[in-house]
Nanobody, 111 residues
């Protein structure tokens, strides 16, 4: 069985930072790309960041320069470091790998 669990969300003021983690059990991340998505009410789910099996990364234009995705294969973990957060970054953040999704973690950016 494959399980993905996201954590690290919370309430943060604009300009603040959060670090999200996605931890997998049942299967190693190592052969797969892992993607972070986010979704807010009324908005489509959008891809935020992707990290390939080789470590190559891609980011949505809206988060370039502010977010960093990384992986620690020995820990079966992919992290998303989010800096200089904006209210429009608010949403449920989910990780996905090989067609599996986690339950999501809520990020709220508000003063």
């Amino acid at each position: 069985q494959v399980q993905l669990v996201e954590s690290g969300g919370g309430l943060v003021q604009p300009g603040g930072s959060l670090r999200l983690s996605c931890v997998a059990s049942g299967r190693s991340f190592s052969p797969y790309s892992v993607a972070w998505y986010r979704q807010a009410p009324g908005n489509q789910r959008e891809v935020v960041a992707i990290i390939g099996a080789n470590g190559a990364t891609n980011y949505a234009d809206s988060v370039k320069g502010r977010f960093t995705v990384s992986r620690a294969n020995a820990k079966n973990t992919v992290d998303l470091q989010m800096n200089n957060l904006r209210p429009e970054d608010t949403g449920v953040y989910l990780c996905t790998v090989d067609g599996y999704w986690g339950q999501g973690t809520q990020v709220t950016v508000s003063s």
